[in-house]
């Protein structure tokens, strides 16, 4: 029955990347302004070169086939060249995606600890106003404004700000997740407060400190799903962070290709994100069939 | 199934995370051993005196790594370094000089006909020595895919200029043209004709240059890497056939917003900043930076859709209606040049005009002469330039004051350069040529030119244009110069505004810096303290 | 209520007010330009100085907040609109058409906000409109999610059964059930986006997605006034102090109201 299930979660999100693949694909031609426009900038081209280059990026074939050839590529592993730069678009997109993956598992990890931390000065201290201060002041602004204020705050100290390195859109990203972490494991906390397992660790005479590491350790896999999930959305996402500090991450990659118009980026990072969304949607959606049925049972 | 311990999930997807992750180093790691590129350089390092990296933060990326597909300034800033043309654009006592560079000498031998020498000791970055079949094999591919370079050595009909380029031995070619075209020297002065090794111009004769392994020039400094959107580095080449840079590395970090490429110098980071806004610059400077500035060839304007409003009178008045003085002094800073003339008087042969002084009555006049009244117009502009959008929003208050109501509608760049360019789709849109000589700024505003956004036309003024490229005799070809000039400055297709300067903040220690014009750092000369 | 819910109704209603009515504050106008006066710092005469373009930055405040709740609302229903009615729609009707709006929903889902906003801007050009259209349609899919697996819910109650037992309709069932239940549902939900709105907005802004000057918004005066923050830094600190205070205020309500409406509903008061 398991298997069954994993069987059918699959094949709906290859369905969903081959479709989500080919609606971009499609808007993106829609467009005005296009990748000869972008090559050639302000200046015009006659008809013969114009056609050369279009037929060499495959641009004068029926759309259909377009996308079909397209994802007969894909499973080949040729992501074609981009059309803006000097590189093959896997290498481009590849790049992008480890830079963007370590700075989401980084970002993840950090205000994981940052989270527990605030959560075991609040549970297990009693420092509530502290513990509740952070994650309000971190959710009251969203990572964009926060990335500014940072930026800001880094040149106003003279402390130089390593553009294209991890450590601003990481520290922006970890300031403006604690609020929405935060929240996610308090309530978790709360909940498995409420068991009765702690009631009777407490009758045992435990400390409060023992008592909320066991609680931690059984709210850790619900609050690694959620997680798992969103740190799947800052690997898309966090581009506000890269653009400001110019970290070479999927986010500056998919605003740059979008003003050059390179489609074969831009289909080979949908095609990622795709795959990266739609994975951890599946092995989430997985993880939660596991954890039913023993949030019912008795530990 | 149902007992599973849970430990085993947890275990499991902790696992699976530290997995990615490690996969994900592992992979990287070895896709970086794959694209490892060799070269082997036989050249012995010669003792030299202190040579000191160098990191310049500027605005935009390199669209290409193509110097005969460079457009932007970034392309020519960059790859300018790496590649060079037969002649040279120098700045001398304020005025611009097209000397000869890659050429020892050259002569015309007729109108139509042109014998250039090469020098006998320039090598490429791959060791290759240059001889004259790199040359023509690197015109004859500018000519036939560059798209400045077609511009740049086309007449208004589109027929090549260069009609046969001819090899006489290693060093020496000739140039024989199929009329005579008098800008011949300063158009080859362009990055857009410059000259690659022939066995790269063949191998991408139909199609830009992809691979960074054949970004080959004779440049000072040679390509090392490039990480898209993020940084160039390029190092000093060590058999470079003239005066060596003092510079060992030299990094372009790309930043694209202006506070970041300040926070860079002021921290440190960078040595160089580009891109200046001239209401940063007390700021920079009562924080011990030192500020160089020079007036541009970017030539500021609105330009007018001359389809759209084919009335002089409706044009001339938009020019009166707008206070150049007020924009240059108090959104400027003073940093700008008001544009009494169609090109940046640094370029020889440019003339100062009757400016379109500032008179709202005139202006009103004019219009009511028109019968224009009651009309919105649309302003595109880029947001490329944040001095343009603040700049559109000032005109919109100017043309309001005169009765004109105006929507401003702002685009992406490549989006605005269709709709100006290639769609003249709009009734006044904001943008600046930065012209590398003055017939290329006049051939803008010819019938059909590519660049002609107004699609102003006026076959007087482009008989004018065909003219000066073959008047032989200088002081007939200046009269026709002004002519040109006069009658495009009064048949104003476009709001004649300023010319920007450009602005670079550079740390104390960073002496010898020149700008060209052009928005090009010039690296010759500089040392680092 | 405590004491931080009584000061979020606060901010949240003085700055409803001077939204609605900011010409009762100031005089001048947000967009009037005046070179010879730019940048310059707090005075009498303008109470929070002049911004780049020598316009009044209290008034442009003022109408900031306005046009930035204007976006957020806007976008809200919007979402709020297309969610639950596709939602509702998918679970009762079911089968094919069911599969089909949930796999749309899911990769409008899967695109990140910023490349629809890129898309539209190119296409239709930004503005207030295209801004508010760009965040609904990235919300939307939460409220689909939500109102198709409530009313899944609802729909296998017995009370439903026993209603189609005695005879009613099926738009009947719809309207007075599910409808009822999935409202709530939504409101609440919409409450807690409703920060969020706002917060996507200054995101798109400060990238320039979002509303383009000279209409001011929360957001653009963010992505404006940064590139200042060197020689007039105050003018940061006003949209951003702003901004902080209107999300934490508007997250603290949400709890409250979240809490609130889960009690009553518990208690089937709903």
């Known amino acids: 029955m398991m298997w069954w299930l994993i069987a059918k979660s699959i094949a709906k999100t290859f369905t969903l990347i081959l479709l989500t693949t080919a609606t971009i694909y499609l808007v993106a031609r829609a467009f005005p302004g296009d990748p000869i426009t972008v090559l050639y900038g302000e200046q015009p081209i006659s008809d013969e070169v114009r056609k050369a280059v279009e037929s060499r990026l495959g641009l004068d074939k029926p759309l259909y086939l377009q996308i079909l050839i397209y994802w007969r590529r894909v499973f080949t592993g040729d992501w074609g060249v981009s059309t803006f730069f000097a590189k093959p678009v896997f290498q481009v997109v590849f790049q992008s995606f480890i830079n963007s993956l370590k700075l989401a598992v980084s970002a993840t990890v950090l205000t994981t600890l940052v989270c527990v931390l605030l959560a075991y000065l609040s549970m297990a201290k009693g420092f509530k106003m502290l513990s509740s201060v952070f994650p309000t002041l971190s959710s009251s602004m969203p990572a964009a404004v926060w990335g500014v204020v940072l930026m800001v705050f880094a040149a106003y100290l003279k402390i130089p700000i390593g553009f294209g390195s991890m450590s601003m859109p990481l520290l922006t990203l970890v300031v403006a997740g604690t609020g929405v972490f935060y929240r996610i494991l308090q309530s978790l906390l709360e909940k498995t407060f409420s068991e009765p397992f702690v009631e009777m660790y407490k009758a045992f005479g435990m400390s409060i400190e023992k008592i909320f590491l066991k609680a931690l350790r059984y709210a850790m896999p619900v609050y690694l799903t959620a997680t798992f999930y969103r740190m799947g959305l800052i690997i898309a996402g966090a581009m506000a962070t890269e653009v400001i500090f110019a970290y070479p991450g999927m986010g500056l990659l998919l605003v740059q290709a979008f003003s050059s118009r390179d489609y074969p980026v831009l289909i080979g990072w949908t095609t990622i994100v795709s795959v990266t969304l739609s994975v951890l949607n599946m092995v989430s959606d997985i993880l939660h069939i596991y954890m039913d049925p023993r949030l019912r049972g008795v530990v | 199934m149902r007992n599973i311990n849970k430990n085993i999930v947890v275990i499991l997807v902790i696992a699976f995370v530290i997995i990615m992750f490690l996969s994900a180093f592992y992979a990287y790691n070895i896709h970086r051993v794959h694209s490892t590129v060799t070269i082997t350089y036989t050249y012995t390092y010669s003792v030299t005196s202190r040579l000191s990296p160098l990191t310049i933060a500027i605005s935009t990326d390199i669209s290409t790594v193509d110097i005969h597909f460079a457009t932007g300034v970034a392309d020519f800033e960059i790859l300018g370094k790496v590649y060079e043309s037969l002649f040279k654009i120098v700045l001398d006592n304020g005025k611009l000089e097209y000397v000869p560079w890659l050429v020892k000498y050259y002569k015309q031998l007729n109108d139509t006909t042109w014998i250039f020498v090469i020098r006998d000791n320039i090598y490429f970055h791959n060791g290759k020595k240059l001889d004259a079949w790199d040359v023509k094999a690197s015109l004859e591919r500018s000519m036939r895919i560059s798209p400045i370079g077609r511009m740049l050595l086309r007449d208004s009909s589109g027929n090549p200029i260069i009609s046969d380029i001819t090899v006489l031995n290693s060093t020496a070619i000739v140039l024989k043209l199929s009329k005579p075209f008098t800008p011949l020297v300063e158009h080859l002065a362009h990055l857009a004709t410059a000259i690659m090794p022939r066995e790269i ?94 007036t541009g060839v970017r030539l500021v304007l609105v330009a007018i859709n001359c389809k759209r409003i084919p009335d002089v009178r409706i044009r001339q008045a938009l020019n009166y209606a707008i206070d150049k003085k007020a924009i240059v002094k108090d959104l400027l800073n003073g ?132 003219d000066i490229a073959s008047e032989v005799n200088e002081s007939k070809r200046a009269l026709l110069y002004k002519e040109a000039q006069e009658i495009l400055w009064s048949d104003a297709p476009a709001i004649w505004l300023y010319y920007e300067d450009i602005i670079v903040a550079a740390k104390p220690s960073i002496k010898g810096l020149q700008i060209l014009p052009f928005q090009m750092l010039v690296l010759d000369n500089v040392l680092v303290d | 209520m405590n004491i931080w819910t009584k000061i979020s109704i606060v901010v949240l209603v003085v700055e409803a007010f001077l939204a609605a009515f900011p010409q009762l504050f100031s005089h001048y106008s947000p967009t009037t330009i005046d070179l010879t006066n730019r940048l310059a710092p707090p005075s009498i005469a303008h109470f929070l100085g002049t911004d780049t373009l020598g316009r009044d930055v209290f008034i442009r405040l003022l109408y900031a907040i306005r046009y930035s709740f204007t976006v957020a609302s806007f976008s809200l229903v919007l979402s709020l609109s297309i969610g639950l009615l596709m939602g509702s729609l998918s679970a009762i009707v079911g089968g094919f058409a069911d599969s089909m709006l949930s796999t749309l929903f899911n990769i409008l889902y899967i695109i990140p906000g910023f490349f629809i906003a890129i898309a539209l801007s190119i296409l239709i050009g930004s503005g207030l409109t295209t801004t508010s259209i760009v965040i609904g349609l990235s919300l939307a899919p939460i409220f689909y999610r939500l109102c198709r697996s409530a009313a899944k819910e609802i729909l296998t109650q017995p009370y439903i059964e026993a209603a189609k037992a005695l005879g009613a309709s099926t738009n009947w069932i719809i309207f007075r059930y599910v409808g009822k239940e999935l409202f709530y549902i939504a409101l609440t939900t919409a409450i807690f986006l409703l920060s969020d709105a706002i917060a996507f907005e200054a995101s798109l802004s400060i990238l320039g997605l979002g509303v383009q000057p000279p209409t001011p918004t929360l957001g653009n005066m963010i992505a404006e006034y940064k590139e200042y923050v060197f020689t007039s830094p105050h003018l940061l600190i006003y949209p951003v102090m702003v901004i902080a205070t209107t999300i934490a205020s508007l997250n603290t309500l949400a709890n409250e109201v979240g809490k609130k409406l889960n009690v009553l509903m518990k208690n089937s008061l709903l």
């Open chain 2, 201 to 294: 111009a063949e191998k991408y004769w139909n199609s830009p240059i992809n691979s960074t392994a054949d970004v080959i020039g004779t440049g000072p400094f040679r390509f090392i890497s490039y990480e898209k959107g993020s940084k160039i580095v390029l190092a000093r080449f060590d058999g470079y056939w003239s005066k060596k840079p003092n510079i060992s590395l030299l990094t372009y970090l790309i930043l694209p917003n202006p506070s970041a490429r300040i926070s860079a110098v002021l921290s440190g980071s960078a040595d160089i900043a580009v891109g200046i806004s001239p209401d940063d610059v007390s700021k920079l400077r009562s924080s011990g930076i030192s500020i160089y500035n020079v």
């Open chain 2, 335 to 466: 940093f700008a040049a008001i544009a009494n003339s169609v090109a940046s008087p640094v370029f020889p042969n440019v003339y100062t005009m009757n400016p379109y002084e500032y008179n709202v009555s005139k202006a009103k006049e004019l219009l009511k002469e028109a019968g224009f009244s009651n009309k919105t117009l649309k302003l595109l502009v880029s947001t490329r330039s944040a001095k343009d959008i603040q700049l559109a929003q000032v005109i919109q208050q100017y043309l309001a004051a005169i009765g004109i109501n105006t929507e401003i509608i702002q685009m992406e760049h490549t989006a605005f350069l269709k709709k100006v360019f290639r769609e003249h789709d709009f009734d006044l849109a904001i943008y600046g040529p930065s012209p590398s000589s003055l017939y290329y700024a006049l051939t803008y505003w010819r019938t059909n030119a590519s660049l002609n956004g107004p699609q102003y036309s006026n076959p007087v003024y482009d008989k004018l244009l065909d």
